[in-house]
């Protein structure tokens, strides 16, 4: 029977762009040597508390638990999701093969790759919540998850479950001593990339069309710049031209072009927006896309990193947030946010310290 697991690979994605290269998942851990012989989770306790001699007991079990997964009990051609810290989209992949150890001896689970850029909001918040449990591996079974991330897969769309949200439920935060597997709904989660997730949907919902590129002009406004807007429809390239000083004259002088929706951002658009560049002598191209990027254009980004700035979504997001104070009143409106406090919690769903 095909089961779903949560996959991470590195607190901040340190492990993703290996996976993606050599079809590999890695786990970390600091594991140096092959565990093939630990065939369960109680054989693998022994094991963290020789590698992690001054943590607790309790983490010891958390941590074996997770490897146990990952090694033992996740089976080939079982669906693994990844949520991408490096580009905040989601992956789905189909386990390849059994657990081996690489060349450094950490542990290697083969994967097919089946989608790697899927936007977060692909997916309804139930199966969102469940993505940003605090662990390493995990399984995902309530709420119809394996079904509704085969849907994703065949048609692009989540269909949900028709239930009640595990969010509505709320979790428990500990997992059961006594199973073999840890259900990413019972997980302690990331609140701050459920609210991120919050705050995309609401601009997806809201500021469409024309009104994303409001947006964007909003939140270069609030950075100082004096900025002009085209007027909707044939914009040849230039949808806000932008620049410092009374009259916007001063440098550095931004032409940009915003693309909302689901529209990717590919070569031939990047290279009109550098023709763009010149044609207007700006001293620098921003494009703004809420569909994000393909991978070649991505790939530019170092190269064109002092001509040209990619916003996606997430870099749009963590812009509007540093200058959220000093939007427009009707921009804030339609978008009401409000700060809040939550403690800090580490890849495992404790405390920080």
């Known amino acids: 029977m095909t089961r779903l697991w949560l996959v991470r690979l590195g607190k901040n994605g340190e492990r993703e762009a290996a996976a993606l290269e050599d079809n590999n998942l890695r786990i970390g851990f600091d594991l140096t040597e092959d565990i093939s012989h630990l065939k ?16 607790k007991p309790n983490k010891h079990r ?16 079982d669906l693994v999701v990844t949520p ?5 989209t989601i992956g789905i992949g189909r ?3 059994p657990y081996k150890a690489g060349p450094n001896g950490e542990a290697l689970r083969p994967v097919q790759w089946l989608k790697i850029d899927l936007p977060r909001d692909t997916f309804k918040q139930d199966l969102l919540y469940s ?3 605090f662990m390493t591996v995990c ?21 949900g479950d028709g239930g009640l949200p ?30 991120r997730d919050q705050i995309e949907r609401r601009i997806a919902s809201v500021f469409t069309g024309h009104d994303f590129t409001r947006l964007v002009a909003a939140i270069l406004s609030a950075q100082g710049y004096r900025t002009r807007v085209s007027p909707p429809g ?17 440098g550095p002088r931004i032409v940009a072009q915003v693309k909302s929706g689901s529209v990717t951002v590919d070569q031939p658009t990047l290279q009109g927006l550098i023709g763009s560049i010149q044609d207007t002598h700006a001293d620098h191209g921003l494009i703004v896309s809420w569909g994000g990027f393909t991978s070649a254009v991505r790939r530019r980004t170092n190269e064109l990193f002092f001509r040209v700035r990619l916003w996606g979504r997430e870099e749009l997001v963590d812009n509007l947030l540093a200058v959220y104070d000093r939007l427009p009143e009707d921009i804030r409106a339609e978008l009401p946010l409000r700060r809040t406090w939550t403690l800090v919690l580490d890849d495992e769903g404790e405390v920080d310290p």
Request: net charge negative.
């Open 131 to 133: 993505f940003g449990a």
């Open 84 to 88: 991408f810290k490096t580009t905040g």
């Open 95 to 97: 386990l390849a093969g």
């Open 234 to 250: 044939a914009d040849a390239g230039v949808d806000i031209v932008a620049g410092n000083g009374p009259l916007g004259l001063d």
């Open 62 to 77: 958390n941590f074996a638990a997770q490897i146990n997964q990952f090694i033992n009990v996740a089976e080939t051609g």
């Open 139 to 159: 399984e995902i079974s309530r709420n119809d998850a394996l079904k509704r991330v085969q849907a994703v897969l065949d048609t692009g769309k989540d269909p």
């Open 40 to 55: 369960d989770r109680e054989a693998l306790i022994g094991k963290m508390a020789e590698l992690f001699p001054n943590d």
């Open 166 to 195: 595990a969010f509505v439920k709320g979790p428990t935060l500990k997992p059961s001593a006594n199973n073999e597997t840890t259900e990413a709904a019972d997980q302690a989660v990331n609140l701050e990339l459920l609210a």
